[in-house]
């Protein structure tokens, strides 16, 4: 499996931007699509976004489409998700994922087709 670690999480105004990373290691990162999911206290665990293996397919929820760009570096072994326009909403713990998929452009959009999951890193929007 792959080990996976975020940062660039913490405190922001709304309106604000931060970029997380996370940071592959362990695996032929090429063979994992990506996808990003928060959770608030209390609350269950839901997508974000999702990349592909190529970094040509992407998908995201309602809630964030428009202000969040995910984005992939393969020679980096790195997924982004860059955050602009944040949202008190928007606080959550952070999760990145990898799903060892076998097709170059296909998404996933639930938790459990991902095999492996990292840490989280903490966002917290002050309204």
């Known amino acids: 499996q792959v080990q996976l670690v975020e940062s660039g999480g913490g405190l922001v105004q709304a309106g604000g931007s931060l970029r997380l990373s996370c940071a592959a290691s362990?695996?032929?990162?090429?063979?994992?699509?990506m996808g990003w999911f928060r959770q608030a206290p209390g609350k269950e665990r839901e997508f974000v976004a999702a990349i592909s293996r190529s970094g040509g397919n992407t998908r995201y929820a309602a809630t964030v489409k428009g202000r969040f760009t995910i984005s992939r570096d393969n020679a980096k072994n790195t997924v982004y998700l860059q955050m602009n326009s944040l949202k008190a909403e928007d606080s959550a713990v952070y999760y990145c994922a990898a799903n060892p998929s076998t097709y170059w452009d296909g998404l996933y959009y639930d938790a459990p087709s991902y095999a492996s999951w990292g840490q989280g890193t903490q966002v917290t929007v002050s309204s």
């Open positions: 362990g695996r032929t990162f090429s063979a994992y699509a």
